[in-house]
């Protein structure tokens, strides 16, 4: 099973709006792209899933173009709370499929 | 509700040694899974579960064993430890194996194998 490709790492600073992208080339018809938030020794929360467009909730924004191919995670003005890594998954029925994840820093 | 529980926090074993780590929800839920976490890297799936009585293997099963006997119980079994399964283990539940639906953590267990 494919997974999503991220980048390792990123730095921002406090009332920034940061975007992380994700690239998911062989994505499936039925899979979706969900986002996870993970703080240290802590497991993995929820974050915003979506399958095409646009989807935007309390915490965040996700955006899916058509071809599905890459998504965009944003989320607004970040806060020092807001360091943590990010996963990007397929969620295929109940397996989640994870990749190494966005190590995001928000710096002060 | 608790959510999900694990116990224990962490754990150290010898070479050989055999323990089980637990996973319990109270929500309810039909599915049940367990990862791994090493070092710098993302989860990796090592069993799970759709409901009672029904285990299958994820990514990575070798060296660990699971049963379902109860909805609200998912343990864990290592029957010889290697101190290649030290870890961060965690396990999930959620309502059904939909792809929309959330899936909710523990907080996992330490394990370190010498």
């Known amino acids: 099973l494919a997974k999503t490709t991220q980048p390792i790492s990123m730095d921002s600073y406090e009332g920034q709006e940061v975007n992380i992208t994700c690239s998911h080339n062989?994505?499936?018809?039925?899979?979706?792209i969900t986002w996870y938030q993970q703080f240290p020794s802590q497991g993995p929360r929820f974050i915003i899933q979506?399958?095409?467009t646009k989807v935007t909730n309390e915490v965040a924004s996700l955006f899916i173009p058509a071809d599905r191919k890459s998504s965009t995670l944003s989320l607004p003005r970040v806060s020092l709370s807001d360091t943590a890594v990010y996963y990007c998954?397929?969620?295929?029925?109940?397996?989640?499929?994870f990749g190494q994840g966005t190590e995001l820093s928000v710096k002060p | 509700n608790a959510g999900v529980t694990q116990t224990p926090k962490f754990q150290v074993l010898k070479t050989g040694q055999s323990m089980t780590l637990q996973c319990a929800q109270d929500?309810?839920?039909?599915?049940m899974s367990w990862y791994r976490q090493d070092p710098g890297m993302g989860l990796r799936l090592i069993h799970y579960?759709?409901?009672?009585?029904?285990?299958d293997q994820g990514e990575v099963p070798n060296g660990y064993n699971v049963s379902r006997s109860t909805t609200e119980d998912f343990p864990l079994r290592l029957l010889s430890a290697a101190p290649s399964q030290t870890s961060v283990y965690f396990c999930?539940?959620?309502?059904?194996?939909?792809?929309?639906?959330?899936?909710?953590f523990g907080p996992g267990t330490r394990l370190l194998v010498l």
């Open positions: 999930a539940s959620s309502f059904s194996t939909g792809v929309q639906e959330t899936q909710y």
């Open positions: 062989n994505i499936a018809t039925n899979d979706y």
């Open positions: 979506g399958y095409k």
């Open positions: 998954l397929r969620a295929q029925g109940g397996k989640l499929i």
């Open positions: 929500m309810n839920h039909e599915y």
């Open positions: 579960s759709v409901g009672a009585g029904i285990t």
